[in-house]
């Protein structure tokens, strides 16, 4: 038997699902420590970083339309890539492309995670990821979280959307 009501993405729970979706990833596939951090230690943390990436992933279900980004310095994207690729600190820089694809996969695994942890019943489209330097971690207007993944910020915001087409949601033309 199968169940038509939505899951609840953002609910009371959401934070705790997202912080363990993220120490799984980090852990497991970027051998990287996370912890959970507030605000304003974030905030300490971010006046040092200069240049941002942030990568942000769609997901859909039916009328269920949201988006996870993650927002981390490039110094952090570098060594998250040199972790997962086995490579070494002082060996010469990656593409830049190839840090980008990087970054986009983990948003990618972190939001994937956090799905099949909430919503296991239900399959989920996933976009591919749309990876871009950013000035300043954004505001969020859903659940906005903050770590920090071996020393550096990340900042993790999670959105439900409208439906990209009406017909998605039940609506008739």
Known sequence: MSS???????GPETAHAVLTAIQSVAER??????EPCDERAFGEL??????????TVRFEEG???????????????????????GGHPSAPAPARDQVLDLVGEFSNMV????????????TFKLRPPVVEPVLQPLGADGLQLFVVVNDRPLALALRL????FPAAAGAKA
Do not use: Q
């Open 111 to 122: 939001c994937g995670a956090w799905l099949s942890r909430c919503a296991s019943d239900w």
């Open 46 to 55: 971010a006046v040092k970083v200069s240049r941002w990436l942030v990568a």
């Open 4 to 10: 038509t009501t939505s899951p609840d993405l953002i």
């Open 161 to 164: 959307l409208e439906p990209a």
């Open 63 to 85: 009328p269920l339309v949201g988006s996870m980004s993650c927002t981390l310095p490039e110094d952090l994207a570098r060594a998250l890539f040199d972790a997962f690729t």
């Open 29 to 34: 596939s970027f051998f990287a420590a996370v």
